[in-house]
């Protein structure tokens, strides 16, 4: 597809500050200063906590960024690792009290699901279709059998799955060393924040390193890396695995967030919503899927605060024209924008 | 032996009735390589035309067998000549949009009918087998399933136009050099796929507690009988729904219906590891 041009060109030039790095670096440092100023600046504590969780579903959404922008893997399951990422942090942090273990299990456990579930498909050869219809098949069977745990021999230690009600009350993250700290929501902020930052400095690294040229040149034509002598499904695996830990993360931080969880957090709308904030934001792109959930989550809450149009209604008829209109999202159109206004300056052009 | 009577009216109806989610699918995506994820909404709205039509005080079984088709079956000629038009050949789009589509046809349902379950009555009574009762709308629900599969092999296997649509999913270029316009048989395919799955929501409407996300709870165990049946839509279809269908059933019997589906969706998984072709892809390969 030609969404993807413009990864590879990036990757070439590691080692010298050329516009390919100082893009990705001022926006890190730009990023990092909001995060850390917004706190200080921002009193409203609710704009806060709207922002952290916006923040949660940019690392999800960018976890799909990298696993079908970049990975050329589509997977519809995004949200299944994303709700085992939460599960898992409920259950351990319950039955240890809160605790940063919790949070370490919550990362671990989905991204060794996602590597048994890739090399149960990758080392099937199932073609591309057919994993997007089982990851959504594999997200279906954790909604149905998590909403189906309302009795209580489904108990883990001491933590009840609780069925459709969900597990309330969860213990925050705490402090290593100083468990008796109390976790402020300006704090989660800031950890939300600073693990979006990592997520995007890390996946960024990988696409830069040699394996993400290798995972790069396995979407771009599976055959020729193959005899070119990588085992493709190795690579595939690999991919589907950092996927899967991107997105438990991101799991981890909503179910500190909500310190809620339920099983609507595998639910089918909300897989596709992942899939609408990467289109819309850009395919192929780790910036824009990440605009695309905090444009697309501001706009949700919005639309949700009105009666007249269900937000359903709106969020299809933006998927649909944006697959119509503007396949390659909206990073590519600002980025075209801003080459041609570039151009047009004299001096400028043709550097 | 009353028993195993009445549990073998039940896995003959959730056969039938995957058999029929899924015919309107196989169309779509068997023949067109088109994936529809609306297909949940044509269903939906297939069922939503029968409460409509009722209420508006048309005979039941003319609202199911002749309207609800009708009616989706317009959508999807709609559908097909504003949207996936533009997209075959891309089929990871076609995906998106179709899936775009779902949402919108959610939202529009929502907005006309709230949030709120309406349902229709079973016109038919129940019949006994020894000591126990059942639904005949169960068996109605089985003939028809049969019916529609009869129906749509005598169609692609005896008729002209059976045989212009399977030349032109095989090599459209070749057919359109013979003077066929492709562009009409795809809207046509996509129409009667969609017909069927009008069809196939409205024969389940009184069945099933009709809400504008009951798509959903179809899409899935739709997809993976369509891809788990493989190449030969018909056969495919039919060995898929019989081996799905029987699975969920008898784990239905032994535990309960969500394991049921739990264990129809293990199964299907399991199977794709297997046969990734599908059943079709392995055996029964020159059947249709």
């Given at each position: 597809m030609a969404l993807r041009i413009g990864i590879d060109a990036q990757g070439l030039?590691?080692?010298?500050?050329?516009p390919a790095l100082t893009g990705p670096l001022a926006l890190v440092v730009a990023v990092a200063l909001v995060i850390g100023i917004l706190p200080l600046v921002v009193s409203d504590i609710f704009i806060l906590l709207q922002l952290t969780l916006f923040m949660a579903y940019g690392i999800l959404a960018m976890s799909l960024g990298w696993v079908w922008g970049y990975g050329g893997i589509f997977s519809f399951g995004q949200a299944a690792f994303y709700g085992l990422g939460g599960y898992t942090y409920a259950v351990v942090s319950i039955n240890m009290g809160g605790s940063t273990a919790a949070l370490f299990a919550g990362v671990a456990v989905p991204a060794l699901f996602a590597l048994f579930l890739g090399y149960f498909m990758f080392y099937g050869r199932i073609s591309t279709v057919y994993v997007a219809v089982i990851t959504l098949v594999v997200s279906l069977i954790f909604y149905k059998f998590l909403g189906h745990t309302a009795g209580y021999e489904y108990t883990i230690g001491t933590a009840h799955?609780?069925?459709?009600n969900g597990m309330p009350a969860l213990p925050p993250i705490n402090t290593p060393g100083d468990p008796m700290r109390m976790i402020w929501p300006e704090d989660m902020f800031l950890i939300t924040g600073i693990c979006l930052l990592l997520v995007y400095v890390g996946l960024r690294l990988l696409m830069w390193s040699s394996f993400g040229r290798a995972v790069a040149a396995v979407r771009e034509n599976e055959i020729r890396a193959e005899l070119l002598g990588y085992d493709t499904r190795l690579y595939k695996m690999a991919t589907f695995g950092v996927g899967g830990a991107v997105a438990g993360l991101a799991g981890v931080l909503y179910a500190n967030w909500n310190s809620y969880v339920s099983p609507t957090v595998f639910d089918l709308g909300f897989s596709a919503q992942i899939i609408i904030w990467v289109v819309v934001g850009g395919l192929?792109?780790?910036v824009g899927p990440l605009v695309g959930a905090m444009i697309l989550g501001f706009v949700t809450i919005e639309l949700g605060t009105q009666q007249t149009v269900d937000v359903n209604l709106i969020l299809g008829v933006i998927l649909v024209l944006f697959v119509l209109a503007v396949p390659e999202g909206v990073t590519a159109q600002v980025r075209n924008l801003y080459a041609r206004l570039v151009e047009r300056v004299p001096g400028q052009g043709g550097a | 032996m009353d028993l195993a009577g009445i549990i073998a009216v039940q896995i003959g109806y959730t056969v039938a009735s995957l058999a029929l989610i899924s015919a309107g699918l196989a169309v779509i995506f068997g023949m067109m390589r088109v994936i529809n994820l609306a297909h949940g909404e044509f269903l939906m709205l297939g069922a939503y035309a029968v409460v409509v039509s009722t209420k508006a005080g048309i005979n039941f079984w003319v609202s199911m067998l002749v309207i609800a088709p009708l009616f989706v079956g317009i959508v999807g000629v709609i559908v097909e000549r504003f949207i996936v038009r533009f997209l075959y050949g891309r089929m990871m789009d076609t995906l998106i949009a179709t899936w775009g589509l779902s949402l919108l046809f959610i939202g529009i349902i929502t907005t006309i009918f709230g949030n709120a379950t309406e349902s229709v009555v079973s016109p038919l009574g129940s019949f006994e087998i020894g000591e126990f009762a059942e639904s005949q709308y169960r068996l109605f629900i089985i003939f028809i399933g049969v019916l529609v599969i009869g129906v749509i092999f005598a169609v692609l296997r005896y008729s002209r136009a059976g045989l212009i649509a399977r030349g032109t999913m095989q090599n459209a270029d070749m057919a359109a050099a013979l003077g066929i316009s492709p562009q009409r048989v795809y809207t046509i395919t996509f129409g009667v796929g969609a017909a069927l799955t009008g069809l196939a929501g409205a024969a389940l409407a009184p069945v099933t507690g009709l809400l504008p996300t009951m798509g959903a709870a179809f899409i899935a165990k739709a997809f993976i009988t369509v891809i788990g049946g493989g190449e030969a839509i018909v056969t495919g279809t039919s060995t898929a729904s019989a081996l799905f269908g029987t699975v969920n059933q008898v784990t239905t019997f032994l535990s309960t219906p969500v394991m049921g589906d739990v264990a129809l969706l293990i199964a299907a998984v399991i199977l794709l590891r297997l046969l990734p072709q599908g059943i079709t892809g392995r055996f029964f390969r020159r059947w249709l």
């Open positions: 030039s590691v080692g010298r500050l050329t799955l609780g069925g459709f192929g792109t780790l | -």
